[in-house]
């Protein structure tokens, strides 16, 4: 009887210590210490990420030049380009895949966006949708509801449209005898 309780007491302390074992030791060699940086690390240098601020000589609203935008570029020597920002760095800027530095820029032409513009777009898709939802109906009728529905979704549609075009299609021209063109870093990849 007694080596009854004794085989028991053992395998279960070998089954406590092995469980123990694991849960609190196995993996104490692979942890690292979340307030020091692991020792196989190398502190690799991050690119930084700068975008172009023009600013107007004489004050007023600064507008942003960011990645992707499509800019119409003249150059010191007359010559125009255009094409899509790729990326900006401290003292050029790379346009589908050719690399001008700012200070061979005298102007620069691109929508800068506004917020009208973002609620006139987001105004126009709800209006086509609600167009949409609506012109059919049970045998091409509609009921009142839907009629002014319809006719709802047709006046916020145009109105909408009045309001993005100036927003969305009219480029702003950046000159710099009447902007300060900078390139400021905002962070790092």
């Known amino acids: ?29 692979k942890c690292q210490d979340p307030g020091l940086p692991p020792f ?32 119409h570029v003249t150059a010191n020597d007359g010559t125009e380009f255009g094409g899509k920002v790729r990326m900006v760095s401290k003292d050029s800027i790379l346009i589908d895949l050719r690399n001008y530095a700012v200070a061979d ?13 973002a609620v006139s777009a987001i105004g126009a ?3 086509i949708a609600i167009i949409a939802i609506t012109v059919g109906g ?12 319809f006719w709802g979704g047709v006046g916020l549609t145009a109105v ?3 309001f993005l075009i100036p927003n969305y299609f009219i480029k702003k021209n950046f000159v710099r005898t009447k902007y300060e063109f900078r390139t400021i870093q905002v962070g790092s990849y």
Do not use: C, Q
């Open 125 to 127: 898709v709800v209006g």
């Open 138 to 149: 049970k045998n091409k009728e509609r009921s009142e509801g839907e009629n002014i529905s």
């Open 1 to 29: 009887m007694a080596t009854d309780y004794m085989n028991k007491f053992i395998r279960s302390y070998i089954l406590w210590y092995f469980l123990f074992h694991f849960l609190f030791y196995a993996y104490g060699g």
């Open 105 to 117: 820029i005298t102007g620069l032409r691109f929508n800068p966006g506004t917020t009208l513009g």
């Open 40 to 71: 196989t690390s190398s502190n690799k240098l991050a690119s930084p990420v700068y975008l172009l601020n023009l600013t107007p000589i004489g004050g007023g609203k600064t507008y942003t030049l960011f990645r992707n935008t499509k800019v």
């Open 160 to 162: 909408s449209g009045a």
